[in-house]
C-alpha cells in the first residue's frame, strides 16, 4: 500500500508528518509534503484522515480489490467524505459524521 501526494493540492500544514507512525512524511524545501520510502507505508490512513485539503491520495491496489482505484478524504465540519476514484475517473462518495462514528 502507500499513498500519493497531490503537491498541487498542499498547503504545508505538516499535520501528516505529525501522525505518520513511520515518520515517512517530510516537508520538502518548497514546505510541501514529501513522502519517502513509500514501500514502508503500511497503509494505515493517519495521513489522509488528517489532511484538511485533500491532497493526498491513497492507493487500492488489486491485492485488496481497488484495482488501482485511489481513496482521498475531504471534509466539511463534522462530515468526513471519503471519495473512492478509479482509474476511468468514475468518483463514489461516502460521507461520514465524524461525532456520531465515535459514539458507542
Ligand atoms: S498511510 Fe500511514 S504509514 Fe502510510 S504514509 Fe500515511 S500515515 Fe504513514
Ligand atoms: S496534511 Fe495535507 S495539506 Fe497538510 S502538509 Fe500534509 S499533504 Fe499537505
Same mark, same amino acid.
Given at each position: 500500500?502507500? %499513498?500519493?501526494?497531490?503537491?498541487?493540492?498542499?498547503?504545508?500544514?505538516?499535520?501528516?508528518?505529525?501522525?505518520?507512525?513511520?515518520?515517512?512524511?517530510?516537508?520538502? *524545501?518548497? &514546505?510541501?509534503? @514529501?513522502?519517502?520510502?513509500?514501500? @514502508?507505508?503500511? &497503509?494505515?490512513?493517519?495521513?489522509?484522515?488528517?489532511?484538511?485539503?485533500?491532497? %493526498?491520495?491513497?492507493?487500492?491496489? *488489486?491485492? %485488496?480489490? &481497488?484495482?488501482?482505484?485511489?481513496?482521498?478524504?475531504?471534509?466539511?465540519? @463534522?462530515?468526513?467524505?471519503?471519495?473512492?476514484?478509479?482509474?476511468? &475517473?468514475?468518483?463514489?462518495?461516502? *460521507?461520514?459524521?465524524?461525532?456520531?462514528?465515535?459514539?458507542?
Amino acid at each position: 500500500m502507500s %499513498i500519493r501526494i497531490e503537491t498541487d493540492r498542499c498547503s504545508g500544514c505538516g499535520r501528516c508528518c505529525e501522525v505518520c507512525p513511520g515518520n515517512l512524511i517530510r516537508r520538502s *524545501a518548497d &514546505g510541501k509534503a @514529501d513522502i519517502r520510502r513509500r514501500q @514502508d507505508c503500511w &497503509g494505515c490512513t493517519s495521513c489522509l484522515k488528517e489532511c484538511k485539503t485533500g491532497a %493526498i491520495l491513497f492507493y487500492l491496489g *488489486a491485492d %485488496i480489490g &481497488g484495482r488501482g482505484s485511489v481513496l482521498s478524504v475531504s471534509q466539511k465540519g @463534522d462530515i468526513k467524505i471519503w471519495s473512492v476514484t478509479d482509474p476511468g &475517473g468514475n468518483v463514489q462518495k461516502i *460521507a461520514v459524521n465524524s461525532k456520531e462514528s465515535n459514539q458507542y
